[in-house]
């Protein structure tokens, strides 16, 4: 009687919706096969749809109860999209007839009203997609979609409130594939909750409350997402048993251990980033610890966002595969790579961000290391050839630590201990040495390496060599050497023919260095300097390339800058900071913006100059000549002594 009397409304208002005739709504735009009415507050579907059409979109509407007259008897559709109405009721057995319908998404409905009069919503003959996410269903209400789906292949039931998941709540769609119940509660998942689902690859439990996972038997499972739970431990069985899991995110959990993954396994991407590993060891316990799995199929690992103090090379030697390796923003204090054969096909290695005080690295081992970053730790000393011994090595990230650049033509016991060198390193391209405490670059610092990259920010007080750049002719591309507090840029630029970016912003400048006509910048940074003039002699060589050019926050002078306003004002370069672009136009008076300085305003200026200097002159002048007036008067007036014998 509850039943009916919960029913009854839902059925009325179905009753009343079938006495309303359906109404074809002329805003519909074909799409190639698809008729889209997204979002036009519609109540039903428009009635006559043209020949060949497929699929429909009737999302982000007013639909409320889905019956045969709401649809217009639409039964040849492959696709329909129902997303973000207000469905609360569907006429059992609607889809029945429906036997080309493929693709169908309820989500973002209310369907947790349908679910609670425990109405079935009949068979889904031909749904292999369903999506029923954002509806407000709890424990139980997906039952009544599933019931007999004998097609499904593809469900997600994400954004729902779900908090468990029981034996039978997919005994009706056996042939499930794919599954989403991302964004639930769920707190219990039954044992043989998948079992009978022998076709399933994918399942996504992503952002729910599981706290353990002690038996993990799926072994069909291909992709198994569990990031964002309260995951405290996960098991697998201890048998021979293969598994064909290949992708498994642990990330975001509570994981104080290494995971217990299957022996016989294929992983190919692990991610236990954002837990609480403070060891690499597999246990339940401190005091008993696990013996590693074997990952030799490992191609990516991220332990990232942890609390690892160390990675013993013991940790790798599985690890045959292992190409990307992130073990950022943890707390390890060193990293040895010392055995032979250890990390072969590494190509990336991440270790930025940690409390890095030793990096040791044998020749012969990393020999595919291609990106390595390394930035902020407390590096401060070096094997000198660390960077040599890595022929592939393309990408460096040394910023934040405390490095020195060792001289490439002394010989190694006359450079100083810990210094590193970059020269002669084969491919490397790319190198930021930003915030390294440098106080020198010394002569062809980087010779013999094809740098198209080198940052050197953040080093106050630099003394550069004039030929520390020298060998970089035909590769540096960009220079980056902000914040520096220098005054004046001893390296010689001139013969960096393929420079394009050169960014010198942020220093005490007071002087451009020099280019030639051969010079390819295209964008040039010279903001917050101390720039009076733009000497011309230095921008000249520049006017063929130039395309972007910052110059803000630096003390301009108008009229001693007329080649650069000509130049900012009748040319295609660009200027993105020309609101902070000011210049001095009179001392004493404000700032004015370079753009509005015309040749007429320093004319009139150098009139009035000329005035005032005439002007002082003959004031000067008249002063002059009224002191030796003055001084005549005086000589006439004073009596003539006479002396007598």
């Not at 021979?240 to 251990?257: A, C, G, H, V, W």
């Not at 030929?467 to 035909?474: F, I, K, N, Q, V």
Request: hydrophobic share 40%.
């Amino acid at each position: 009687m509850a039943t009916f009397l919960l029913f009854f409304p839902l059925l009325a208002g179905f009753s009343a919706l079938e006495a309303q005739p359906a109404r074809h709504h002329p805003s519909c735009r074909i799409v190639g096969t698809s008729m889209v009415c997204r979002d036009l507050s519609l109540t039903s579907a428009p009635v006559d749809l043209p020949s060949g059409v497929q699929a429909l979109d009737l999302s982000h509407n007013q639909l409320q109860n889905l019956s045969r007259n709401t649809l217009a008897d639409h039964t040849n559709l492959s696709r329909l999209d129902l997303h973000s109405n207000k469905i609360h009721f569907i006429q059992p057995g609607l889809f029945e007839a429906m036997n080309d319908l493929k693709v169908l998404d309820l989500s973002g409905n209310r369907l947790d009203v349908f679910a609670q009069a425990k109405i079935q919503i009949g068979t889904l003959s031909a749904v292999e997609s369903l999506d029923l996410s954002g509806n407000g269903l709890y424990t139980g209400m997906s039952d009544f979609f599933l019931s007999d789906s004998p097609s499904l292949e593809e469900l997600s039931l994400s954004s729902n409130s779900i908090t468990k998941i029981a034996q039978n709540t997919f005994r009706g769609a056996l042939s499930l594939r794919r599954i989403s119940l991302h964004n639930n509660v769920i707190l219990e998942i039954e044992d043989g909750a998948f079992d009978s689902l022998v076709g399933l690859s994918e399942l996504d439990l992503s952002m729910n409350s599981i706290a353990c996972i002690t038996d993990f038997n799926l072994s069909r499972l291909r992709v198994l997402n569990l990031s964002r739970n309260s995951l405290e431990l996960f098991q697998s069985p201890s048998s021979d048993e293969p598994y064909r899991l290949t992708f498994l995110d642990l990330s975001e959990n509570k994981l104080l251990y290494f995971p217990l993954l299957p022996v016989n396994n294929v992983i190919l991407h692990l991610d236990l980033s954002r837990n609480r590993l403070q060891s690499v060891d597999a246990s339940d316990s401190a005091e008993t610890k696990m013996p590693m799995t074997a990952l030799k199929h490992l191609r990516h690992l991220d332990l990232s966002y942890n609390q690892l103090t160390g990675l013993p090379q013991s940790f790798f030697r599985t690890m045959s595969a292992l190409e990307v390796l992130n073990v950022s923003n943890n707390c390890v204090t060193s990293f040895s790579v010392t055995e032979k054969d250890l990390l072969l096909t590494a190509k990336i290695v991440n270790l930025s961000y940690n409390s890095l005080q030793r990096l040791s690295l044998r020749e012969g081992t990393l020999l595919a290391l291609e990106e390595l970053f390394l930035q902020g730790n407390a590096l401060s000393t070096l094997a000198h050839q660390t960077f040599q011994r890595l022929p592939r090595l393309n990408f460096l990230r040394l910023e934040e630590n405390n490095l020195r650049v060792c001289a490439s033509e002394t010989k190694p016991d006359e450079n100083p201990p810990g210094c590193v060198l970059f020269s002669s390193v084969p491919k490397l391209k790319i190198l930021y040495l930003s915030e390294n405490n440098l106080k020198s670059l010394p002569c062809r610092a980087f010779a013999d390496t094809p740098l198209s990259l080198l940052d050197l920010s953040v080093n106050p007080g630099i003394e550069m060599h004039q030929d520390s750049l020298a060998g970089l002719e035909h590769s540096l591309v960009q220079l980056l050497l902000r914040e520096n507090n220098i005054s004046r840029l001893n390296a010689d630029m001139s013969s960096l023919r393929s420079l394009k970016l050169v960014d010198l912003s942020t220093n005490q400048l007071t002087s451009l260095p020099t280019w030639n006509r051969e010079s390819s910048i295209e964008t040039l940074n010279l903001q917050n300097n101390s720039l009076v003039t733009l000497e011309s002699a230095a921008m000249a060589p520049l006017k063929h390339s130039l395309k972007t050019l910052y110059v803000g926050d630096n003390p301009l002078s108008c009229c001693e800058n007329l080649d650069l306003v000509h130049l900012l004002q009748h040319s295609a370069v660009v200027v993105p900071d020309i609101e902070a672009a000011t210049c001095i136009l009179r001392e004493g008076f404000e700032p004015v913006n370079i753009e509005t300085v015309t040749r007429e305003m320093c004319r009139g200026r150098k009139k009035a100059n000329y005035i005032v200097v005439i002007v002082l002159i003959v004031f000067l002048a008249a002063i002059a000549l009224g002191m030796l007036v003055k001084y005549c008067k005086s000589s006439k007036r004073k009596p003539i002594r006479r002396f007598s014998a």
